[in-house]
């Protein structure tokens, strides 16, 4: 059991990578909270977690709310008595070419994936550093290097990841690890509508010629929220099927 007993906040916990990453965090024993904005989703999720015999709270709240996220943090404490591990999980994308893309899908973008990520890194660090303990994973993407139709994602992504260095920095002193997972493509519902023409361009560009399992990325962040990972702080690690590697 690599978590045993810790507990971790998942945002976005509800599908794809964050719900892999919830039941691969239940398996190795850890106390489970489930973020997400879709309470049905959520509560599905909740559900397998019980089967597991693991303990879960369920915390509807939209990450770009700081009245919600405090609020999270206090339930989360008020059950659980601590919070050892945050994956800033949730995000979306909106995509469009840059000359039509309005000002409505760039701000969303951004204020989900960029701003979510660090007001929930901003109010966990609170409680992180009152323990003098914290493990704080965040999201980052393939899409941060640069992509055709996704300035405001690729923006939103390469901002996660100077925030993870950052945060690194000023968490070390309180015990707080902090580092930033950036998938490749990976097989959730954001990747779901992928005209198949593009799925296969893409397939044929990463060298391991797939996309990603959820799990494959719960993998890596259970590696970070474990012990294993204690000396290693501020980093971005890829997922990708080496695809960021080069020709
Ligand atoms: N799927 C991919 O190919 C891929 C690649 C690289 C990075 N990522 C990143 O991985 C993360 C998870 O993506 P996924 O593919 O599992 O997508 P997903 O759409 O399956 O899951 C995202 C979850 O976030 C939730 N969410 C959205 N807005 C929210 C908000 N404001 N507050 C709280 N929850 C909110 C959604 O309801 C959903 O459950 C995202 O940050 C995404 O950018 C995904």
């Known amino acids: 059991m690599r978590l045993k007993n ?3 906040l998942i945002t976005g916990g509800g599908s794809g990578i964050g ?7 239940s398996e190795e024993g850890a106390k489970i909270v489930i973020n997400d904005v879709n309470a049905e989703d ?4 909740a559900k397998k977690v019980k089967a597991n015999g693991c303990e879960v709270l369920v915390c509807i709240a939209d990450v770009t709310n700081k009245n919600d996220i405090e609020d999270m943090i206090n339930k989360t404490i008020e059950k659980f008595g601590r919070l050892d591990i945050l994956v800033n999980n949730a995000g979306i994308n909106r995509d469009s070419f840059v000359k039509k893309m309005s000002e409505e899908q760039w701000d969303k973008v ?7 990520t660090f ?6 660090l609170g409680q992180m550093i009152k323990q003098n303990y914290g493990r704080i994973i965040n999201t980052a993407s393939i899409g941060a290097l640069g992509n055709i ?3 405001n994602y690729s923006a939103s992504k390469a901002g996660v990841i100077g925030l993870t260095k950052t ?3 000023e968490g070390a002193r309180y015990n707080i690890n902090v580092n930033c997972v950036s998938p490749g493509a990976t097989n959730t519902a954001m990747t779901a509508n992928m005209p198949p023409e593009i799925a296969k361009f893409v397939k044929e560009k990463i060298p391991l010629k797939r996309f990603a399992e959820p799990k494959e990325i719960a993998n890596m962040h259970l590696f970070l929220a474990s012990e294993e990972a204690s000396y290693i702080t ?3 690690i890829f997922v990708d099927g080496g695809i960021s590697v080069g020709i």
Not at 19 to 25: D, G, I, N, Q
């Open 6 to 8: 810790k507990v971790a």
């Open 149 to 151: 139709g996704q300035a």
């Open 119 to 124: 007001l929930c890194a901003q109010v966990a």
């Open 110 to 116: 951004i204020e989900i994936n960029l701003k979510g």
């Open 19 to 25: 719900e892999a990453t919830v039941l691969r965090f």
């Open 234 to 236: 501020g980093q971005v």
């Open 42 to 45: 959520a509560n599905k999720v």
């Open 167 to 169: 945060l690194a920095l």
